[in-house]
């Protein structure tokens, strides 16, 4: 498991909305909550850890892309995420000014 953590750490990337755009073409975006972490998140969808994913989307911390979030992206295509690939799905974080 410390692997695969280490590889996530390695290939963690930032991008902006406009790059990560042509994934929606094949539904591979999932949007991950700030309140998780995105090391963690994609050891789950690895590991096929159902409970546990399935606990995120009961709770809205993971989701595929709303209209609403598309529309606000579309209007800041430089709005920054950090994305982790674990395929097929691109996990992507919301990265906040804050």
């Given at each position: ?8 750490k390695?290939?963690l990337a930032?991008?902006?909305?406009r790059?990560?755009?042509i ?6 975006i ?7 972490d995105?090391?963690?998140?994609g ?13 995120w ?13 598309l ?5 800041s295509?430089?709005?920054?995420f950090?994305m982790?690939i ?13």
């Amino acid at each position: 498991m410390s692997g695969m953590v280490e590889s996530f750490k390695r290939d963690l990337a930032e991008v902006n909305w406009r790059e990560l755009k042509i994934h929606l073409k094949r539904d591979a975006i999932i949007v991950v909550s700030v309140e998780l972490d995105l090391i963690d998140v994609g050891v789950a969808v690895a590991d096929d850890d159902k409970t546990l994913v399935e606990t995120w989307v009961t709770s809205n911390q993971l989701n595929k892309p709303t209209e609403k979030q598309l529309e606000s992206w579309e209007q800041s295509p430089e709005q920054r995420f950090q994305m982790l690939i674990v395929q097929p799905f691109i996990l992507i974080q919301d990265i906040s000014d804050a």
